[in-house]
């Protein structure tokens, strides 16, 4: 198994140790862009082929984000009372059978149903991954690891799209379903072979629901915990619409294949990459929040150059700049956000992680059925959701988190 002792600023760190937990971490991490996005080349023939509406087939979209993050709800306090392991091996079997299901699914309302179970059961994958970091690093520390995780996670919405869309030259939107099954099964032996419990019994909370409850209440008190969360999640939003709105912009508007729009899409994900890594240089140097600054400045950016673009009708390419601008920027905000919102809550960090990722995903679901409201011809809802989203993020970050205030320490249970 991986050797996973606690790190702190001071510590030296295994380099062997560290790289193989950097890859586990990040794909593990990945459950949210392979569920979205593996499949988006594909949502075009799945609505001809089992007959919905376009809003009702992005509602497949819809429920995945919320079973993301109600499953977090769930996974992260009952890792946070019972270790890292077990609630995670029991999410990714999970995953891999509700996968399975998705590819027999008969009418869009069942994909609907079996999307949300996918989701729920891929929300352990996410929010157990960032809390076994917190459990192994601190401070500085912590962002940089979280901006290597990206480095593996970023390849999963490159690879994704391109993948869903070169699957889909020989077999249909089904098939994506199938290799997502056989991705988790591989990841459910991997981790059960390979992954450490990284939380001792020693440091496990106890307590029921109620005990949930409170430490929730609590973090919700936190204005810096709430103003990192919420900054992040409406980066994040912006994130989603784009996912939710650009196969019907892109195939539907400017006419470009699947095949080319799986290309696009993986191009967009490489800025997170790109991005990921000069934060993950660079916090060491400079403040998180300032680099969370940059990332969500740039977000909001490229959210109104696409409003810019869209109205004056500009043409493509100042679409493709503005969803790029708004994609890669994610890659500053996600490492720094996390490691803020968590510095101040190593003893809960399960349950601190899954109201992250709770805040992050609803509002995700809030704003993908929107994306579509004017019809398959027109990219000003889009546009419009991505600047406001843009917009919100920038303000929230400045008056939640701009000014001192002192987080609120959870009491022992």
């Not at 077999?171 to 450490?196: H, N, P």
Request: aromatic share 8%; net charge positive.
């Amino acid at each position: 198994m991986l050797e996973t002792p606690a790190v702190t600023e001071e510590q030296p760190e295994n380099d062997q140790s560290r790289i193989g937990l950097v890859f586990m971490i990040g794909a593990l991490s990945a459950f949210g862009p392979l569920c979205l996005d593996m499949y988006l080349p594909g949502l075009p023939s799945l609505t001809r082929d089992l007959g919905g509406a376009t809003w009702e087939v992005q509602l497949t979209l819809t429920a995945c984000l919320l079973g993301l993050a109600g499953g977090q709800i769930v996974a992260g306090p009952l890792s946070d009372a019972l270790g890292r392991r077990r609630p995670l091996l029991v999410g990714l079997i999970t995953f891999t059978v509700a996968s399975f299901l998705c590819a027999l699914a008969p009418s869009v309302p069942i994909l609907i149903l079996l999307r949300l179970l996918q989701g729920a059961a891929g929300a352990a994958g996410i929010v157990i991954a960032r809390a076994m970091v917190r459990d192994l690093y601190t401070g500085a520390k912590a962002a940089r690891f979280f901006a290597l995780t990206l480095a593996v996670n970023g390849l999963a919405p490159i690879l994704a799209p391109v993948i869903g869309g070169q699957l889909l030259n020989f077999t249909s939107w089904r098939g994506v379903f199938v290799v997502l099954g056989l991705i988790g099964a591989t990841l459910f032996v991997s981790a059960g072979l390979g992954l450490q419990e990284t939380l001792p019994p020693s440091r496990r909370r106890v307590g029921g629901i109620s005990t949930t409850l409170k430490i929730f209440r609590l973090l919700l008190l936190d204005r810096y915990f709430v103003g990192y969360a919420l900054s992040s999640g409406l980066g994040y939003g912006a994130m989603f619409a784009y996912i939710a709105g650009s196969p019907f912009v892109l195939e539907n508007i400017y006419s470009i294949s699947p095949q080319l729009f799986s290309l696009i899409f993986a191009t967009n994900a490489l800025g997170i990459i790109i991005t990921s890594q000069i934060s993950g240089r660079l916090v060491g140097r400079i403040d998180p929040r300032k680099l969370l600054a940059v990332g969500l400045c740039g977000s909001l950016i490229g959210g109104l150059l696409l409003l810019t673009t869209v109205t004056t009708n500009s043409g493509l390419p100042g679409v493709l700049v503005g969803f790029w601008l708004v994609v890669a920027n994610v890659g500053f905000i996600a490492p720094n956000a996390t490691a803020l919102a968590l510095a101040d809550h190593a003893r809960v960090a399960g349950s601190a992680s899954a109201l992250l990722g709770v805040l992050q995903y609803i509002i995700g679901a809030a704003v993908t059925p929107l994306v579509s409201i004017g019809g398959n011809d027109t990219a000003k809802p889009l546009a419009a959701i991505m600047a406001v989203l843009g917009i919100g993020s920038v303000l929230v970050f400045v008056f939640m988190t701009g000014r001192a205030a002192r987080a609120i320490e959870i009491p022992p249970a």
